[in-house]
């Protein structure tokens, strides 16, 4: 059976170029870079070189770029090591209801330690109402922490407009970019950012890699204390085959990008298209505007059924997507984005999400819009909620799922 | 994840739909935990002579309520109302212990058809 990969944003595979171009630093340049002797200084060029290439995908000075294991790591890097080191300045966050559970797991943590958050809303699309975050500022607010893009929904948020909000109040702005790398153009400058997080999987380098920017002259009070790798920032011996790998994926995806945007974009658009013509009570998750949306993520709700089940009938045409329901995110509830978006609870459970990738094709798509509208119907012939009379209910409530 | 036996049921559920003229009905679950399970029963002389059911759910959900009507068919209600829900998971070579808890309500829909039957029937 033909494996269709349609879960880009969980994570992807490593790009051929970037596995070749870090191999070498598993055998014959295996040397520690802070090491003085030649096993190190094999390698400490590569690691710069790395640091090169990250920066310039995103419009950085290479001393600006800190490399760390994860997206995880960096976000819980930027946002703790950035209240540590303004402690003196206020103890207030602002952030967003919709952020990945590596900022609001790290804010809530921080709640329960003194510190205060304010977590913004979104409409029924999604999106920010930015006289929110105006409103939310406080003379104790010292960072605010925005995504660049919903993993879940693919929305994007307006960076560059909050970015001139909080230089305007003189507060920190951190941005968690992890979805956006490689898929949208990224100006640390022109979106005045002061901390950005990125993470190599998502960009065809391996897993266990990421990086933070760090903006010259911003204090910090490093996460990870040890050795003085990274200037003091991070302690903890370079991954160096997969910083390489990180380097030479940012690389390729800065240039590709743009081509990239283009094709991917009308393949999404073409699902996008199909599924909305072909499926009968479908919701799409996130804003209409398509410009407004990463162009490789689609995240629809099939009415009356559930998202596991679907997952799992797709999986057996070999089809590997991602859901929003209880029964996936190992918890009792679905998807806290589609619980601050208001979506109503059974839609919240059957949300599915497709995200393309370079390796996503037109025949792939193809075959999901042949298998899915049945697939869809064989599930709600099985449902108690499917024309047993009564309409889907609206969600007028927002009770349902909302988690803050 | 899952064991063989509950792919093989969720794959090919048993005994899906609803019975028009069905002399007891049970519904369990609510939408805000995901599932919700519906059983259909005819019975004739204290016997389930046909049941059906109709879940919104998951994997898990969906297997066992195909299992319960499969175990359920046949059997007097006392019998029926002695099932359990672990003996459903039990038969399916068991579940993932995070669904044991919210997706293991079969047996709970039968015994609720069984006491709508008795109640209309009382």
């Known amino acids: 059976m033909k494996q269709i990969y349609l879960d880009y944003n969980a994570t992807s595979p490593v790009r051929p170029e970037v596995l070749e171009a870090m191999l070498p630093f598993y055998k014959e340049q295996f040397g520690n870079p802070s090491s003085v002797h030649w096993a190190g200084r094999a390698v400490s060029g590569a690691v710069e070189q790395a640091r090169e290439q990250v920066a310039a995908a995103i419009n950085a000075s290479p001393a600006e770029i800190v490399f760390v294991s994860c997206g995880s790591e960096g976000d819980n890097m930027a946002i703790k090591g950035s209240l540590a080191a303004l402690k003196d300045k206020g103890n207030h966050i602002i952030t967003t209801a919709v952020e990945h559970p590596a900022v609001l797991e790290t804010c809530e943590y921080l709640e329960k330690n003194g510190y205060e958050v304010t977590y913004l809303p979104v409409d029924r699309d999604g999106l920010l109402d930015l ?75 391996p897993k266990g890699v990421g990086a933070v920017y760090i903006r010259r002259g911003t204090r910090m009070v490093p996460f990870i204390h040890g050795g003085h790798q990274e200037r003091g920032r991070r302690a903890g011996t370079h991954n160096v085959p997969g910083i390489v790998a990180l380097g030479k994926a940012c690389e390729i995806a800065t240039a590709e990008r743009q081509a990239y945007y283009e094709r991917v974009r009308a393949l999404r658009d073409k699902l996008e298209n199909g599924l909305l013509q072909q499926v009968p009570d479908i919701k799409l998750n996130g804003t209409p505007d398509r410009d407004q949306r990463l162009p490789n993520t689609l995240n629809v709700s099939f009415a009356y059924i559930e998202g596991e089940s679907l997952l799992l009938n797709l999986d057996m045409y070999g089809i590997a997507a991602s859901s929003g329901s209880a029964c996936t995110s190992g918890s009792l509830e679905p998807s806290h984005v589609m619980g601050a978006m208001c979506v109503e609870v059974t839609l919240a459970h059957s949300s599915t999400r497709f995200s393309l990738g370079p390796e996503t094709t037109e025949e792939e798509i193809d075959s999901l819009l042949e298998v899915l509208p049945a697939t869809v119907q064989r599930l709600r012939e099985m449902s108690p909620l499917y024309n047993c009379g009564k309409d889907a209910e609206e969600c007028l409530t927002c009770e349902t799922v909302k988690r803050l | 994840m899952y064991t063989d036996k509950v792919m093989e049921h969720f794959t090919n559920p048993r005994n899906v739909g609803s019975l ?31 049941i059906k059911f109709k879940t919104f759910g998951c994997g898990a959900a969906i297997a066992t309520s195909s299992m319960v009507t499969e175990m359920a068919l046949g059997k007097t209600l006392d019998e029926a109302m002695e099932l359990t829900n672990q003996a459903v998971a039990e038969a399916l070579d068991g579940l993932p212990a995070q669904k044991m808890h919210c997706s293991n309500l079969a047996a709970d829909a039968l015994h609720e058809a069984i006491k709508n039957y008795k109640e209309s029937n009382g």
């Open chain 1, 131 to 205: 006289a929110d975050l105006e409103a939310a500022i406080t003379d104790r607010t010292v960072l605010i922490s925005v995504m660049w893009a919903n993993n879940e929904t693919g929305n994007i948020f307006p960076v560059e407009e909050i970015g001139a909000i909080a230089r305007k109040h003189q507060i920190r702005f951190h941005t968690d970019a992890v979805q956006a790398v490689g898929k949208l153009e990224i100006d640390v400058q022109k979106a005045n950012i002061d901390l950005l997080v990125l993470s190599g999987h998502k960009v065809g380098a």
């Open chain 2, 20 to 50: 028009d003229d069905a002399d007891g009905v049970g519904e369990v679950g609510n939408a805000s935990c995901g599932d919700i399970m519906k059983i259909y029963l005819k019975v004739e002389d204290n016997v389930i002579k046909d």
